[in-house]
């Protein structure tokens, strides 16, 4: 009885391990409507902020060209079966995964310009949200 009760709380304990997985990435969003909340959360100074707002000019020059091309399989891709409905569902997830992986490497270029006090901040914050730090990409 009492090697259940064990078995039970050590499977109560893991279940949402195994459930939910790996956490999701502590992104922040460069290049979207709240950069100027990252400039301010982060107190980045001067030199931060001109090569944050580089980052963001050009996550979002990369972001349009995606979207065009999103605009343009909802425009033109045949829906007139489920096949082509599946064959444009693909598509568009293949699209997707893109702006999120460059979106996430925006990110992680903005995490890389952060000093060490910036930077645990930011952990502290992944940590209170339950999401995975990034790291500071290698130079």
């Not at 709240?34 to 030199?47: A, M």
């Amino acid at each position: 009885m009492r090697y259940q009760l064990l078995g039970l709380l050590c499977v109560g304990l893991l279940l949402p391990k195994m459930v939910f997985g790996q956490l999701q990435d502590c992104t922040l969003g460069i290049g979207n409507k709240d950069t100027e909340v990252i400039f301010k959360v982060f107190k980045l100074d001067e030199e931060q902020k001109v090569l944050a707002e580089a980052l963001a000019a050009e996550y979002q020059k990369d972001s349009r060209f995606i979207q065009e091309q999103v605009d343009e399989l909802f425009e033109s891709h045949p829906q007139g079966t489920p096949e082509d409905l599946q064959k444009m569902a693909r598509k568009f997830d293949s699209l997707k995964v893109q702006l999120i992986d460059m979106s996430r490497s925006y990110d992680q270029k903005l995490v890389s310009l952060f000093d060490q006090k910036q930077y645990e901040v930011y952990l502290q914050l992944c940590n209170e949200v339950r999401r995975k730090p990034l790291a500071p990409e290698q130079k």
